[in-house]
């Protein structure tokens, strides 16, 4: 057994435990946007234009290792698109808007981080935080979760489903070892934790 294995989280946007074992934090996002993502206003193509943006800067974050991204790379065809391994595409069962390229009207995401505070500083710094200032120019207030996070074991590739199932968890019962968020996090080992540096979790 390998004692000295990076530890790492997935967001539903895994982590890897520090016992010994490799883990991932995965995080997923979902946001219900105002407009269909097809909407050629200008509105639109500036939420496009401010997350191509926000992808770049995230992809030179210390800790950030991948993110979903389907084959085609059409805006919009997320149902349609193949994500390879990452799986089907899916979403929540309160989500009730289009689910065809000219209709779909939510924004989401499925990465993959080493732990959760390299994922709380891109997430909450930089020009992400600059969009979280303006979601609600592009999406609406839903009152449900619009993220999550959870541990995966070395070698695992989170998918869209595993990403949904635990943002519903969180929703139906709130946050628990295996979906959490940034204010009740948990450690890999499914202890309550805090992200060190600021103030957040127990």
Not at 11 to 37: C, E, I, V, Y
Not at 148 to 165: A, E, L, N
């Amino acid at each position: 057994m390998n004692t000295k294995a990076p530890s790492q989280l997935n967001s539903a946007d895994g982590l890897w435990a520090r016992t010994g074992r490799a883990t991932w934090t995965g995080k997923t996002q979902l946001r219900h946007g105002s407009s269909p993502l097809a909407d050629p206003s200008p509105l639109t193509r500036q939420f496009y234009d401010v997350g191509e943006a926000v992808y770049r800067e995230f992809s030179q974050h210390p800790g950030y290792l991948a993110r979903a991204e389907a084959a085609d790379g059409d805006r919009g065809a997320l149902f349609e698109a193949d994500w390879g391994a990452w799986g089907e595409f899916a979403v929540p069962a309160w989500y009730g808007k289009g689910r065809t390229a000219e209709t779909t009207a939510l924004a989401t995401t499925l990465s993959l981080w080493t732990d959760l505070r390299p994922a709380f500083d891109a997430v909450c710094t930089g020009l992400h935080r600059g969009a979280l200032n303006r979601r609600y120019d592009w999406f609406e207030k839903t009152g449900r979760p619009n993220y999550v996070f959870w541990w995966v074991s070395d070698g695992v590739k989170p998918t869209w489903q595993d990403g949904v199932s635990r943002l519903e968890h969180l929703h139906d019962h709130g946050a628990a070892p295996h979906a959490f968020t940034f204010h009740h996090p948990f450690a890999p080992e499914g202890t309550g934790t805090r992200i060190k540096g600021n103030g957040l979790g127990r």
